[in-house]
DNA sequence: GTCGTTGCAAAGCGTTTGCAGCCTA
DNA sequence: TAGGCTGCAAACGCTTTGCAACGAC
């Protein structure tokens, strides 16, 4: 099975990377629909999982919000700010740190999800 | 609209309280549903949107699950352990804290959400 | 021309809602 | 008895999948 090139996976790809930030499915097929109007749904649900198993792509859950966003791979470590009036997710550098101290004795921490909560620099 | 006491109410209720550890909407069916069988999924979903508006739940979203968990409110302020094996939520207490200086300037956090993961003391 | 890709529509999955009958107060 | 509560089934929103037509190579 070879992968062959196509306008909607160009723009998907160029879409996200534009943007830096975590997107939506909805939001994807809006941006990626300017560049070639009439894609569909199925196929941005199937390039992005073409771009996660080809690890291009991330995943990023945001609580409270049922669908998952996606985002490029490769970042340096970071974490997501959502801001609580305009819903538009951020990437915020850093991490806190030595979150395994955090859990009961016995326990193994392998890995850490952090999201805050706010109001970004326009909706303040 | 004056709420009336059903077996149902109460089963789902002592259950969530029991197992003092964050429980979906099939765990809740499947726990309550021992005291009082047949207990039907709008029932409990009826049950935890009420709880959720009287105030003795809260809502615990789990990145990766598009199932929403519950849990007692009125707990000390708290984050969550998830088993990347048997897959269930452990409260963990303390927090990292000191988020705020983790935001862009300009941006104002007013909330944060943590979960780990890794492997229970039972996985281990 | 081959066969991976696309868009449509139908199917899935978790959650919500309409409704007739049940049961608490 | 009144009217809130329950279970069933249909409806919903997001995501996945089947399928015939399309188009990259």
New binding site residues.
């Given amino acids: 099975?070879?992968?062959?090139?196509?306008?909607?996976?160009t723009a998907?790809r160029a879409f996200i990377q534009e943007v830096d930030r975590p997107v939506?499915?909805?939001e994807i097929m809006q941006g990626a629909g300017e560049s070639?109007?009439?894609?569909?749904?199925?196929?941005?649900?199937?390039?992005?999982?073409?771009g996660l198993q080809a690890g291009w792509l991330v995943e990023v859950h945001l609580p409270g919000d049922?669908?998952?966003?996606y985002e490029m791979a490769g970042k340096d470590h970071h974490h997501h700010f959502e801001c609580n009036n305009c819903g538009k997710v951020y990437d915020v550098e850093g991490c806190p740190g030595h979150l395994s101290k955090l859990i009961p004795s016995g326990f193994v921490m392998e890995d850490h999800e952090l999201v805050l909560y706010g109001r970004c620099n326009v909706c303040v």
Same sequence: chains 1, 2.
């Fill in positions: 099975m070879v992968s062959r090139r196509t306008d909607q996976q998907i939506r499915v909805d070639v109007p009439g894609i569909g749904s199925a196929t941005v649900y199937r390039a992005v999982k073409a049922r669908r998952t966003a």
